[in-house]
């Protein structure tokens, strides 16, 4: 276990460092200085100056590297150029939103997919699974911001039950920041569930086939004790690997779906930073949100080698 | 399953005549018009001709760059092997919608980064699907004649494995397909795909949340529009498995 714990972090830690140096380059490819793309053409050398030495564009390129790890690691990021805050402190404001959003969206998605996986399997065929897949179809073809404009639509405008966008602080009301995050919650968490329960449906079945199952049945065992206790529990781990990939989905989602709901959030930041030229905010949220996609991965990964020894010793 | 191919052809037909900016009045509309008396179901067919290009130019960059890498990981085997998939493992940490985010802010918002957004992101699915695929037909029969009868390795993946994927790769192409209609579609509402003059089904969205209030209407076509393409895609791609390979179905990643 620890060995393969060691190998699994070893990974973690090289991937990390490629992304890194990977958006790294990705943002020194802009052709012109990027002090002067934020201050416009018409700045004096001096003010390019301080600026570019603020954004820490001095040096030699892997010297602005290793400055900008450092940063990451030390949490220390610089401040904006456009807001005048440290960078790190508007990520943790945004992620306050983003992150419970995407964990809203997720429950959603596991309390309406598996049921409905569970379901479908059960009656394999039957009238229910049909209407269930279909519905699980269409979800997949639906993008997740128009579901969120629908539910907009109809829950905030038309109904006026919850608010039709915009972000009530955590600080000021809990339930408040809950109801603002509810829809997009829902319309995020409908797409995700649509998946989980077509390859939930597929996982369960594939193991329904075992011959463990027949013996579960031969012995007597009546037929949703041999779904739950038996085929459930080993379809857990596909079912796991799908709910982990839905989360990168899911978290590329919610930069959308934040400018649908006008939500104070990590992708909203991002695309305004990108309006405002903000560039170094840009490359700091682009590296939070893949790191945090990728740090979730391993989770996922470790957290199957402790339920199931098959997987460490492969 | 071959129903997809009729719901899709006419589809793409109607695509092709354009209408334009008419500013004329309502009721003769059969979707309506929007704030400026543009015709919704004309701006729709226009759009969706965005759509297309965008999504034939990213699965052609997803599936060449994806192919070749995913077969040249399977032949090559050893090192080579885990570089390749290695990368691709980290590409997957790249959504499609944060590889644009990354791009646009380098060169600057387009039709362009937004294809190559969508195309890089859509890689490593083809990358894995190639290799597995070689990886399960490479020990074959018919391909061990082939270096028997002393053809190269190059070859023999040439002409007798990727043949022999195709369908499987075919499949992903119309899913990747339909994810990047779905990327595409979130960009542009976003402003980060194509900009203005041109039609596109994202930006019809965002604009008709403006009006939401006055005409729910314009909120709904263009995304129904994007449901029943990517609907299409995904028959379409089931379809094709069903007729190309019975014994596909259940497997793949």
Known sequence: ?314 | MSLVSFFYTPHSITKIDIGGRFEPPNLVHLLGTDEYGRDTLSRIMVGSQTSLLVGIVAVGIAFVLGTLLGVLAGMAGAWVDEVVMRWMDILYAFPAVVLAILLVSVIGPGILSGMVAIGIASTPGFARLARSGVLSIREEEYVQAAYAIGRSRWTAAWRHIVPNMASTVVVQATIAFAGALLSEAGLSYLGLGVQPPIPSWGRMLKEAQTYMGIDAWLAIFPGVAIALFVLGLYLLGDGIRQITDPRLIGTGD
């Open chain 1, 1 to 314: 276990m620890y060995r393969y714990l060691l190998r699994r972090l070893m990974t973690l830690a090289l991937s990390l460092i490629v992304i890194s140096i990977l958006i790294f380059v990705v943002m020194r490819i802009i052709p012109g200085d990027p002090a002067q793309i934020i201050l416009g053409t018409d700045a004096d050398e001096n003010s390019l100056a301080v600026l570019r030495d603020k954004l820490g564009l001095t040096g030699p390129i892997y010297v602005q590297y290793v400055r900008w790890v450092q940063g990451v690691l030390t949490g220390r990021l610089g401040e904006s150029v456009r807001y005048r805050e440290p960078i790190s402190q508007l990520i943790v404001s945004r992620f306050a939103v983003t992150g419970p959003l995407a964990v809203m969206a997720m429950l959603f998605a596991v309390a309406a997919g598996i049921p409905a996986a569970v379901y479908s399997a059960y009656r394999k065929n039957k009238l229910g699974d049909y209407l269930l897949m279909m519905f699980s179809q269409v979800g997949l073809a639906v993008p997740a911001f128009w579901m969120g404009i629908l539910l907009m639509l109809v829950f905030g405008v038309r109904l006026g039950w919850l608010p039709a966008g915009g972000f009530i602080p955590w600080s000021e009301s809990f339930l408040g920041a809950v109801k603002s995050l509810l829809l997009p919650a829902v319309a995020l968490g409908l797409i995700c569930a649509a998946s989980i329960a077509r390859l939930g449906r597929s996982a369960l079945l594939n193991v329904m086939a075992q011959d463990y199952i027949r013996t579960a049945r031969s012995k007597g065992i009546s037929e949703r004790s041999v779904l739950y206790r038996h085929a459930l529990r080993n379809a857990l781990i596909p079912l796991g690997t799908v709910i982990g990939m839905q989360f990168a989905s899911l978290l590329a989602g919610t930069i959308v779906i934040e400018s649908v709901f006008y939500l104070p959030g990590l992708g909203r930041f991002a695309f305004m930073a990108i309006g405002m030229r903000d560039l170094p905010v840009v490359q700091d949220i682009v590296l939070f949100i893949t790191a945090l996609i990728v740090v979730t991965n391993f989770l996922v990964d470790v957290s199957y080698a402790l339920l199931d020894p098959r997987i460490r010793l492969e």
